[in-house]
T-cell receptor, first 113, second 113 residues
Framework: DPKIIQKPKYLVAVTGSEKILICEQY?????MYWYRQSAKKPLEFMFS???????DNQTASSRFQPQSSKKNHLDLQITALKPDDSATYFC????????????FGEGSRLIVV | QQQVRQSPQSLTVWEGETAILNCSYE??????FPWYQQFPGEGPALLIS?????DKKEDGRFTIFFNKREKKLSLHITDSQPGDSATYFC????????????FGAGTRLAVCP
């Protein structure tokens, strides 16, 4: 059974719309992350959270907003979607934020048309 | 500028052969180098990792060789099996960076029976 659940697995969105990607982890971890994998770029770090606090943000755009309602949740809200946002978004978690193994979910594949 | 480079982009070997995947990096502050294995439709999974204080790390058929002076490392997969067919990502980070991994573009390995 997957220990990191991402929903939805696939979605198609219209340019200009808004979507929320859901991530829940059942590993008892204290740190969670979002990474993005697109056809043009390697896996890219986006955000890291530790104990529900933002630790690092490497996204240049405020259109990407992580939301942590519970310790084991880290959702990603994307507003004003653009075709360039098309990618697979991976949620990951680790025991804590310092040098531990990252466990990745299966990803949410977003296509913006 | 790509901080982590991988070569070759794709590699085909016969079952039983040794596959050699290469990785180089730019940032001298990087001191932890995990390799991830990714199958189609799945998230990356940690395969093996090495810290910069070591020059070799072995785990079964998988061995990392690390050359700090040249900023290079390689992953050797001995006795390659068809089940090893996947994309392999070299990643790098530095201590205290909240698990912000910088990934290479990956090497797609095919092992022919």
């Amino acid at each position: 059974d997957p220990k990191i659940i991402q929903k939805p697995k696939y979605l198609v969105a219209v340019t200009g719309s808004e979507k929320i990607l859901i991530c829940e982890q059942y590993l008892g971890h204290n740190a969670m992350y979002w990474y993005r994998q697109s056809a043009k770029k390697p896996l890219e770090f986006m955000f890291s959270y530790s104990y529900q606090k933002l630790m690092d943000n490497q996204t240049a755009s405020s259109r990407f907003q992580p939301q942590s309602s519970k310790k084991n949740h880290l959702d990603l809200q994307i507003t004003a979607l653009k075709p360039d946002d098309s990618a697979t978004y991976f949620c990951a978690s680790s025991q804590d934020s310092s040098g531990n193994t990252l466990y990745f979910g299966e990803g949410s594949r977003l296509i913006v048309v | 500028q790509q901080q982590v480079r991988q070569s070759p982009q794709s590699l085909t070997v016969w079952e039983g052969e040794t596959a050699i995947l290469n990785c180089s990096y730019e940032d001298s502050t990087f001191n932890y180098f995990p390799w991830y294995q990714q199958f189609p439709g799945e998230g990356p999974a940690l395969l093996i990792s090495i810290r910069s204080v070591s020059d070799k790390k072995e785990d079964g058929r998988f061995t990392i060789f690390f050359n700090k002076r040249e900023k290079k490392l390689s992953l050797h997969i001995t006795d390659s099996q068809p089940g090893d067919s996947a994309t392999y990502f070299c990643a790098a980070t530095e201590s205290g960076s909240f698990n912000k991994l910088t990934f290479g573009a990956g090497t797609r390995l095919a092992v022919c029976p």
